[in-house]
């Protein structure tokens, strides 16, 4: 066998040279056309995949996971789209639904059966479509409506009356029966706003009225209440630097001993020097404290300038400071208070704290606690607002309480009405069986004051004696009432 040398170039037969380019040629087309159509059918599958994922993708970023329904993003928009196709004299609505009672089952039974019951809660909300064009979840167990065109006040009205009737029946998951309540707030165009987030605005503070008449309620907007919902936005938003920048001092009202007609000690109130509203009454302010973790804050600003400017006094008068049940619950923050006292140039037992019954519904044994801490450096304890609402002669028997201060709402009538007269003159008694000295505020006139003493009470304030001052008015108006006091017919 013989091989041809590598050297040697191996025969090449081609009898065309023009039909082998052009064999050649369509053989290429043909491996192109086929790679091309291959490539082509999987970059189209490429492409459907790519789309149907972005339909995916955006569907999930408009839907609510748990419900099924739309949630707040493409209700918002639905909503912008309503108001700018409403006609010149047409009207639209909204309805903000908020769900109450399902925190507690998620509370028992954990947030799987909480996720079953929204679940059924939209289920239901599916029902009443005939008065709706579209349905939300927005967050947590808050649903949102936009009503279909043209509805009346009354309408509307009905509307949210089926809403809670509907929702108020017995729902019930895996066997376990379940009730809720629900708050409703109303805000139609163009009345209440055209624009979609002034809509939903006036839709919050209605639904925010709603929580104050009572479950299974709901309510309409009011103009007067948007008012006072952006001064509590601004005032929330203010609080904190006032607080620091001195703007919230201490006013004081006169505690007079009925019996021998002078000046016992002062209650310590809060005012808000606020720049543009004036002073504001603690009432206007305190809630919001309470609500912004900053009572603590406010209540050593208040001490530490009350003992302050006691400690000046030229008589040591009583200091009557009113504790927030939040704050009463937090022990480590009640130690900080008294050591605040302990630093100040004033002798602890001047000072009386006051503390509404309140306080022991959540927490009693912390705020046991942190009373035994206030009585341990010599403060007299005040059991304040008897009688208004959660009064307990429990808490009288096992609290160590010095004095007893007794509601305005019973004193106002005690000169006027027989049956106020006796209960009040049977707490006095039973207060002082028990060696407790009582207080009563919110007296008005001579004649209460002299009833009071009548029936044995220890102390009185109102504005009879005088209204809250400011520390700069104090010697003044301290001077005036003890010149008055001893002129003042209380009996013998």
């Known amino acids: 066998m013989t091989f041809r040398a590598l050297s040697q170039p191996w025969p090449l037969s081609i009898p065309n040279n023009d039909l082998y380019l052009e064999a050649l040629l369509t053989a290429i087309i043909v491996l192109l056309s086929l790679f091309v159509a291959r490539h082509g059918l999987h970059l189209r599958h490429e ?33 912008a789209e309503t108001l700018t ?57 808050g649903f949102a409506f936009i009503m279909k065109p043209g509805l009346t006040r009354n309408q509307l009205a009905q509307s949210a009356g089926r809403i809670v009737s509907h929702l108020s029946r017995p729902f019930e998951i895996d066997g376990r029966p379940f009730r809720i309540g629900s708050f409703l707030g109303i805000a139609s165009a163009p009345a209440d706003g055209r624009a979609a ?39 929330r938003a203010e609080l904190s630097d006032a607080i620091a920048g001195g703007q919230i001092v201490p006013y004081y009202q006169p505690v007079v001993d009925l019996t021998r007609k002078e000046i016992n000690g002062f209650e ?87 503390i509404t019954e309140s306080a022991f519904i959540i927490d009693a044994d912390s705020v046991r606690r942190s009373v035994e801490l206030l009585r341990s450096i010599g403060a007299m304890i005040v059991i304040d607002d008897f009688g208004s609402g959660y009064s307990s002669f429990y808490h009288l028997r096992e609290i160590p309480f010095d004095k007893v201060k007794l509601d305005r709402s019973f004193v106002s009538d005690v000169s006027l009405k027989p049956r106020a007269e006796r209960f009040v003159r049977a707490v006095i008694r039973f207060c002082a069986s028990l060696d407790l000295q009582t207080t009563a505020e919110g007296i008005e006139d001579a004649a209460v004051a002299a009833k009071l003493k009548e029936i044995g009470c220890d102390f009185g304030q109102g504005y009879a004696f005088s209204a809250p001052v400011h520390a700069g008015d104090l010697a003044s108006v301290t001077e005036s009432l003890r010149a008055r006091l001893p002129t003042w017919n209380l009996g013998s």
């Open 47 to 79: 492409i459907r995949r790519r789309r149907r994922a972005e339909a995916a993708a955006e569907l999930s970023a408009l839907q609510d996971a748990v419900t099924g329904l739309p949630n707040r993003t493409a209700f918002e928009t639905r909503l």
């Open 268 to 354: 310590v109130l809060a005012r808000w020097h606020h720049p543009v509203l004036g002073v504001l009454s603690a009432d206007r302010f305190v809630s919001f404290a309470e609500d912004m973790d900053l009572i603590y804050d406010l209540t050593q600003s208040i001490v530490r300038q009350a003992c302050e400017e006691a400690a000046t006094w030229e008589k040591p008068y009583r200091l009557s400071i009113n504790l927030s049940p939040l704050l009463l619950q937090n022990g480590e923050r009640i130690a900080h208070v008294v050591d605040l006292v302990k630093s100040c140039s004033i002798e602890p037992s001047r000072l009386e704290f006051e």
């Open 85 to 141: 196709a409403l006609p010149r004299d047409g009207r639209a609505a909204v309805i903000l639904l908020e769900v109450v009672g399902l925190r507690d089952l998620i509370d028992l039974h954990g947030f799987a059966v909480g996720d079953e019951a929204r679940h059924a809660v939209a289920r239901r909300l599916a029902t009443l479509s005939e008065s709706m064009v579209f349905r939300a979840r927005l967050e947590g167990d």
């Open 197 to 235: 987030a002034d809509l939903m605005r006036a839709a919050h503070v209605s639904l925010g009225r709603s929580k104050m008449l009572g479950l299974n309620t709901h309510s309409f907007f009011d103009p007067h209440e948007d008012l006072a919902v952006q001064e509590h936005a601004q005032l």
